[in-house]
Each structure stands twice: as C-alpha cells, then as structure tokens.
C-alpha cells in the first residue's frame, strides 16, 4: 500500500474524490480512508498542520500500514524568482529551517548531536516524479525548508536566511518532519507541493487562492507515480 499524506482536508479532497473501494477508518479523531487509486492500494490521511502533525501521522500510519511508500503533497510558498506561482516543486531534500542550534556549535537546519540535517528525497520516487509534466505551470526538483511557520513577510531580515545560507527553494510546514521519520523507519518518501505564493506580503491571499490548483496538480501527479510504484 502507498500512504499518501496533506496537511488539510483541501489539500486530500481530490484523492478522495477518484478513490474506488473507499473505507474509513477512524484513528484518533482522525479518518483514515482506504481503497484503490489507479489500481493500487491506497491510504489517504490529513496529517493536521506542522512538524509535529506530520511527524505523528507518518509514523503511526507506518506502524500501521507499513506503506512501500510515503507520498506528501500540498502547497508551498516560492523562495526563488524562477520559481513561480502555480509551479510544481518536487523535493529532491528538505530541511528543518527552524532547528537552530548555533549557540551549541550546529549549523541551522541540523538535529544537534545527529548527522540528520538535509533529508534527501527517495531517488527512484524523484526520478519518477521529475518526469511528470504539470498541465500548468513548470515542474522544479529543490531544496523544501519546513518550519511551524507561515511566511508572509520574506522580505524581513530575519528570513534571509531561508534563500541565502539554507540555499531553499520552497518553504512549507511539514515535508522535512516526513521525511525525517520516512527515513528513520527506511521508508521511500517523497514530497511534492504546487507553489501558492512568494512568501511574502501577500502569501496569506494567494494560499487560500490556490488550493483547488493544487489538489488538482498533486492529483494528476499521483495519478501519474501511482501505476509505476
Ligand atoms: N505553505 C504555502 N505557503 C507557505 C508559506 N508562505 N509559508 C509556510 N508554508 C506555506
């Protein structure tokens, strides 16, 4: 089975709408929905929003499930010029940008006393996915920089770093923490966001804007991996 993650119900409604064979299970005031998309056996869940969200769901449903693969898609604010609105960016690794531990000698974005610092995407799962082809916009593979923040306002001193010294692509609130226990657990992972905004001053309008783009886009790329997995 294929585990298939977002963080809201907006952001999991087009899977459930193409799902055949669709049960729910209930977890923790969670629903779980199981069944087939493409022929292959599927679980679609809402992680909930952030790090810990993420990092609980992934691991339970791993506990649970044991997926051959974890596939999280959602939105994701641009750190890039070339990376535009409507844009698809696929993780090739992902960071957590708010780990900051330099008064202790670590660079931002490592877990202290670990080596876990750039979480590499699952190779097979990237070259797979850096072949679909959007029916709107570009795709990019980058660098996805997670933290339980929203960015609204890049321009600020205080976020340079996102772009400068993590070198970051998109910025989002889950993929890394995904990553991360995808890849304590060995479990193959990929995360793919449809870009929603700049990260700037009008991130909060362009969000809301581009959530039904983005179910939509993530839905036609699943649809795309899925026969292939
Ligand atoms: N997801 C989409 N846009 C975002 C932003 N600007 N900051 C954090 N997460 C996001």
Redesign the pocket.
Known sequence: MIVILGAMDSEISSFLSVMDNAKILHWNGFDHHQGTIEGRAVLVSKSGVGKVMAAMMTQHLIDAYHPLAVLFTG???SLQPHIAIGDTLIASDLVQHDMEASGIGFPRGQIPFSDWRFLPADPRLLHLASEFVPYQGKLHLGRICTGD????HREMASHAYLADELAGDG???EGASVAQVCAINDVPCLVARTI??K?DGS?GVN?EEFLPLASHNSLDLVRYMLPQL
């Open positions: 939105l994701a604010g923040q929203f960015i609204s910025v989002e609130m929603s905004d990260a991130a969000f």
